[in-house]
């Protein structure tokens, strides 16, 4: 494998360090920490961490308009001038697990973007409640019908691309800054005739640190469909 995995941190502190040795136990990987100035001091723990694995980890510190969207495009921007055949992106919460690196490198043979998918068979999620199953079960339903995506999991953060289908996409027009990132993305990706899979994951909610869902978030969510679709 030669993967570089791009990961926007915000006050993971107590995740970081399982986490990215579970990513980096596997061969060929690298590690691009995007930390927001996290209060916590989650960016010193990746600066010793990246001492710990010479060569394999970069931290990218962010100092302008914080945000999970704005991380994630500029850590996916610097992923695409590396050398990385294939770029990842995941959560830093322990909700993606390491151990499906390989599952989806290798489905990226036959593939520009492989999603990490929970709902493939059932819901694979772990320490949900019920209505966090049913907001997500609903919002992808609501995500499918309005954009005619085809994928189960339009809003799942693990994925792997194969560098040189995400350099050509067109990033500059994405519009969105939280979590509806995810879904522009895959909507820029199903528009310009990128092969998507998924690939089955089990998701396991946080149990370390907080959620950063705002109404904000949730407006943008249902907002994005329809101006993705509208734009056309
Ligand atoms: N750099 C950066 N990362 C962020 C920001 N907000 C969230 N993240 C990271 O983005 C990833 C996903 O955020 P989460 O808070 O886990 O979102 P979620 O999975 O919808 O919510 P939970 O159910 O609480 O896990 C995590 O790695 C966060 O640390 C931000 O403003 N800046
Ligand atoms: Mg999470």
Redesign the pocket.
Known sequence: MNALVV??????RENLRPLLDGILSHPGTRVLV???QSPDGTGDVAERLATEWPGRIDVLV?TGR???GR?LLEGLSRAISSNAELVFQM???L?HDPKYLPEMASAARQADLVIGSRYLTGVSVVNWPLRRVMLSTFANRYIRTVTRLSVRDCTS?YRCWRREALARLPMDRIGSEG?SFLVEMLYLAQRAGCRITESPIIFV??RQG????SPRVMLESAITPWRLRLRG
């Open positions: 990961i926007p941190t915000y006050n993971e995007v930390d927001d962010r914080k945000g999970f991380s959560d830093a919460d909700s953060g979590y909610e946080r907080e959620s950063k869902m």
